[in-house]
């Protein structure tokens, strides 16, 4: 059966269903892959690099030839490991742009029994085909505002725990967002991985039902969200969560209480100028004293300023203002679900 040359979604569906590899170099996979790959490389760093250079300085015969006596080698491993990783014999191969590396794989891989699909242009057409995407988002997103402290990303998680559709951009990001975000978390994927990650989040929804979504600033740490997808949240209903200030810094405390004073001292020297010098004292002698509520409390009203600056300059397309006497994050996901209930039924009564 001959291989089969696949645009990115056909690709990507057909991915889905067959062991998916990806034969670049470990540090081409490292830089960005598509959710789901495996590392397959043909080549290793200093091999891809040596066969490069040996195509710029000598041509692409000698590159070819340097190429296959690497492979060569190769060729029995890397049929047992595809038959170990593949014992139905179905697999998705990818390069960087679907030329020799992808296709010398699935030549070998047919050879030996292999029923073998590739991406037509490589991983660069896959790029191509979800940043093309986010620039077109129109999906139903309901936005889950609020200030620092007031739960946001546990009441989005209590959504999903009702049976609603999240995109937990903070956990895509391994970052909450804030000089704090750092604290507790794995390292930050690549921006390239965090927009492949999301991709694959968006792809698995349904996008005909609403979508909820945290409020956040474009940046999330040293990532970005994709600027045609942030837009597109900017202009969708925000729900913002009034909740009091003790629940907010409880919040806070109960996050970070158990990480190393050092951590949330450089923290808050991130934002020493916004913050002033006189606060950063008070909040450096709360913190090596213990007292970390009077810490947070600190923290919150620098948050609270630029917080406020962004709810009176918000485009979104309406703004529900929920206030409660709570933080319970599972009660508030509760009047969240039944206000967005009730605004469809109203809507669906509007239009007959």
Known sequence: MPTQHLAPSEFLAAAAERVLLDVRSPGEYAQGHIPGAISFPL??????AEVGTAYKQQGSETAML???????PKMEGFVRQARALAPGRRLAVHCWRGGQRSGSMAWLFRQAGFDVVTLNCGYKQYRQHILAQF???????????????????????????????????E????????????????????????????FDAVSRLDHNRHIWVENESRSIGRVYVPEGFWKW?????????????????????????????????????????????????AALDALHSGNY?????????YYDKT??????????????????????????????????????????????
């Open 135 to 169: 620039e077109q988002t129109s999906l139903p997103f309901l936005v889950v505002g609020g200030k620092t402290g007031a739960g946001k990303t546990k009441i989005l998680h209590a959504l999903r725990d009702l049976g609603e559709q999240i995109i937990d951009l």
């Open 293 to 301: 509520a009077d810490a947070a409390e600190i923290a919150l009203n």
């Open 307 to 352: 917080y406020r600056y962004g709810l009176e300059n918000t485009t979104a397309s309406a703004v529900y203002m929920l206030t409660f006497d709570h933080g319970d994050p599972r009660l508030i996901a509760q009047v969240c679900l039944e206000h967005c209930l009730a605004e469809l039924k109203a809507e669906q009564l509007v239009n007959g």
């Open 171 to 198: 956990g895509l990001a391994h970052h909450k967002g804030s000089s704090f975000g750092s604290i507790g978390e794995a390292p930050q994927p690549t921006v390239e991985q965090f927009e492949n990650d999301l």
């Open 233 to 281: 949240m900017r202009r969708s209903p925000l729900y913002h969560i009034e909740v009091p200030q003790h629940c907010r810094i409880e919040h806070l405390v109960a996050d970070y209480v158990g990480y190393s004073a050092e951590e949330l001292e450089a923290a808050f020297r991130r934002i020493e100028k916004k913050l002033g010098g006189q606060h950063l004292k």
């Open 43 to 48: 080549f290793s760093d200093e091999e891809r």
């Open 66 to 72: 340097l190429g296959l006596r690497i492979v060569g």
